[in-house]
Nanobody, 120 residues
Framework: QVQLVESGGGLVQTGGSLRLSCAASRSSISIGAMGWYRQAPGKQRALVASITKGGGTNYADSVKGRFTISRDNAKNTVYLQMNSLKPEDTAVYYC??????????????WGQGTQVTVSS
């Protein structure tokens, strides 16, 4: 089994920045699309940003212009640069990686979650 290890969460004030990282524990796995999701208290887990193996990106409307997703395919690592943070960004952030050994998604792995708290 593959583990996704997340890091970079923490407590910041409104307007601050954080960079989240998520790396697969095994480099031999074939990873397709990767993404970040978040879940705030009382809300469903929702997509924040995703990135294909070729670098195509998709963002939730609420984070466009503030967050940037990127990846390093050689390291099976995905990043989320979070700027101009707002209190409504407070949530547990989860990394997701699709497993696609032959170019077709067959499953997915999830990270353990990292807390992001933005104070006003």
């Amino acid at each position: 089994q593959v583990q996704l290890v997340e890091s970079g969460g923490g407590l910041v004030q409104t307007g601050g920045s954080l960079r989240l990282s998520c790396a697969a524990s095994r480099s031999s796995i074939s990873i397709g699309a990767m993404g970040w999701y978040r879940q705030a208290p009382g809300k469903q887990r929702a997509l924040v940003a995703s990135i294909t193996k070729g670098g195509g990106t998709n963002y939730a409307d609420s984070v466009k212009g503030r967050f940037t997703i990127s990846r390093d395919n050689a390291k099976n690592t995905v990043y989320l640069q979070m700027n101009s943070l707002k209190p409504e960004d407070t949530a547990v952030y989860y990394c997701r990686a699709d497993v696609a050994p032959f170019g077709v998604t067959t499953g997915a792995y999830w990270g353990q979650g990292t807390q992001v708290t933005v104070s006003s």
